[in-house]
């Protein structure tokens, strides 16, 4: 049997459990680690988010990350993922989302490819995040853009009186 079409079954099975079993701190976590994603420490993952299917070693999520029901990470696009520099039809193993430490992703948001969160970023709800998001820096809309900066992290922990006191907002006419 190719060991190929084997290695995809397992995948796909794998990312089915994750969407729906119970545990976003640790059985979620734990298939998607088997499938091939990196994921941190004190990762939280909700029901329903579909993280990269068909190349999950392509996307790395930082420790204490908090990622709301119905996320969709994806991590390439069949025409771009082609590796160029030798011209053959492989998807090349580059990481091409990155998650990095204390980001909160709000229900519903879309992560294309080719991005990086960076730590403290807050993605909001049903946001479409198609650049990188500077560390501490809330992003909002389709195209996601940057509304406001974060004085701290909006962790699992945190109190969210504390994190809306310390949220500045960005002028929309600065660049």
């Known amino acids: 049997m190719n060991p190929g079409l084997v290695s995809g079954a397992r ?29 941190g420490k004190d990762t939280w993952i909700g029901c329903d988010t579909l993280i990269e299917p ?16 119905r996320v969709l990470i994806l991590a390439h696009f069949a025409h ?18 990155r998650i990095e430490d204390d980001v909160f992703i709000g229900p519903g948001a879309i ?22 998001v ?11 853009r940057p509304i406001a900066r974060c004085g701290i992290p909006l962790g699992l922990d945190t109190p969210v009186k504390e994190f809306y006191r310390r949220l500045t907002p960005i002028d929309a006419s600065d660049p």
Not at 80 to 97: F, K, P, Q, Y
Not at 111 to 132: F, Y
Not at 135 to 143: E, K
């Open 11 to 39: 995948n796909r099975v794998l990312q089915v459990l994750a969407l729906y079993v119970p545990g976003g701190d640790s059985a979620r976590v734990m298939l998607h680690r088997l499938r091939g994603v990196q994921i």
């Open 54 to 69: 068909s190349y999950p070693t392509r996307v790395v999520i930082g420790d204490r990350v908090a990622i709301g029901i």
């Open 80 to 97: 771009h993922g082609r590796n160029r520099e030798t011209g053959d039809g492989a998807i090349d193993d580059r990481v091409s989302v």
């Open 111 to 132: 992560i294309m490819p080719n991005v990086t969160l960076g730590a403290g970023a807050v993605v909001t709800a049903g946001s479409v995040v198609t650049r990188s």
């Open 134 to 144: 500077a560390p501490l820096t809330m992003v909002q809309g389709n195209p996601a």
